[in-house]
């Protein structure tokens, strides 16, 4: 069974605190990626990373960074913590795509973060 | 650029009831299409995918059909269940094959979905 596993259920941090978001998965998947999640807005993508030390900004990378130093490790930043980026962030990993193909992405349970 | 429209929640059904979750899209070239739930507490799961015109993609009762003329993927369930009560997230891919961006997903809003006995 793949498993996409994240530090923590739930995370509460101070404004300014720098916060950092873990994700581990063991299938030894290529491409993994952060997600943040709010009511009437869905998922949407933070960063991803396609290769170990490599990175793409994602549709809302502001306030965010990421960190990939082995493959089935994925760390989000956030520098200096805002009462805006409280949210569900989830982090899913997925094989690399190849001649047309679109492989699933996995998902982790999420981290609840709240930032006051 | 890519984007996913969903009907609004949330749907309420009693048990037993038919299904349908309306998706439209609109994208470049051939996306792949998926439907992912999310039950209550934790993160999103594959329910079913689509990689090309007319294909059908079906999981535990649910279906749904890649409709290139009318660039549709209705979720539908003949008969639903308490247990099916979760919020459901239809989604893309159109990336290029070959490089890390094939497999990014552009998600819908999602549906919540209500079943009561």
């Known amino acids: 069974d793949v498993k996409v596993t994240q530090s923590s259920r739930y995370l509460v941090k101070r404004t300014g605190e720098k916060v950092f978001l873990e994700c581990v998965q063991d299938m030894d998947h290529e491409n993994m990626f952060w997600y943040r999640q709010d009511p009437g807005l869905g998922l949407r993508l933070i960063y991803f990373?396609?290769?170990?030390?490599?990175?793409e900004k994602g549709d809302i990378p502001e306030g965010y960074s990421v960190s990939r130093e082995k493959k089935e490790r994925f760390s989000l930043i956030l520098e200096s913590a805002s009462t805006n980026q409280t949210s569900m962030y989830l982090c899913?990993?997925?094989?690399?795509?190849?001649?047309?193909?679109?492989?699933?992405?996995?998902f982790g349970p999420g981290t609840r973060l709240t930032v006051t | 650029g890519n984007s996913v429209t969903q009907m609004e929640g949330p749907v309420t059904l009693s048990e037993e009831a038919f299904l349908t979750i309306n998706c439209t899209y609109t994208a470049t070239g051939y996306p792949s299409l998926f439907w992912y739930v999310q039950y209550p507490g934790e993160g999103l799961q594959l329910l079913l995918k689509a990689t090309k015109a007319d294909d059908k993609g079906s999981n535990k009762g649910f279906e749904a059909t890649y409709r290139k003329e009318t660039t549709s993927f209705h979720l539908e369930k003949g008969s639903v269940q308490v247990s099916d009560s979760a919020v459901y997230f239809c989604?893309?891919?159109?990336?290029?094959?070959?490089?890390?961006?094939?497999?990014?997903?552009?998600f819908g809003t999602g549906t919540r979905l209500q079943v009561t006995l």
């Open positions: 899913a990993s997925s094989f690399s795509g190849g001649g047309g193909r679109t492989y699933e992405q996995y």
């Open positions: 989604a893309l891919s159109s990336g290029e094959s070959g490089t890390g961006t094939a497999s990014k997903l552009t």
């Open positions: 990373s396609y290769d170990v030390k490599m990175k």
